[in-house]
């Protein structure tokens, strides 16, 4: 876990990638987080997901985007969920088509009694 001593990360899909990157810019792997094996799995199975529907390049778009920016917003809160003393940043694919900036860092909410 050397690459993410700074307690800081990004999850953003992207072609062949898992989800998740370090401060430095750098891609990493869901394994190199301390959360649990599911999460991990799930996240790797979202950025697959990106890695099959996105057509950047193409005329067919990515027909399920409303669907997995919600999952990803969800991951990413999960992530933060395990790991509350990291920052925890989410790329929204959605947000960055239409209106930037289309990163948020994301926060536990605050717990009233």
């Known amino acids: 876990m050397i690459e993410f001593e700074d307690k800081w990360v990004r999850i953003m899909a992207d072609y062949c990638a898992h989800g998740v990157w370090c401060s430095d810019g750098a891609a990493s792997h869901p394994d190199e987080l301390p959360i649990s ?12 997901w990106y890695d099959h529907e996105c057509d950047d390049y193409g005329d067919g778009g990515f027909p399920t985007l409303a669907q997995f920016v919600e999952v990803g917003a969800l991951l990413a809160r999960l992530v933060k969920q395990q790991l509350p ?3 925890v940043i989410y790329f929204d694919e959605g947000r960055a088509q239409s ?4 990163e948020m860092e994301i926060f536990l909410p ?4």
Do not use: D, H
């Open 37 to 48: 094996p599911g999460l991990r799995e799930m996240l790797c199975a979202w950025n697959s």
């Open 85 to 87: 003393g990291w920052t």
């Open 99 to 102: 209106q930037p900036p289309a």
């Open 110 to 113: 605050s717990s009233t009694e």
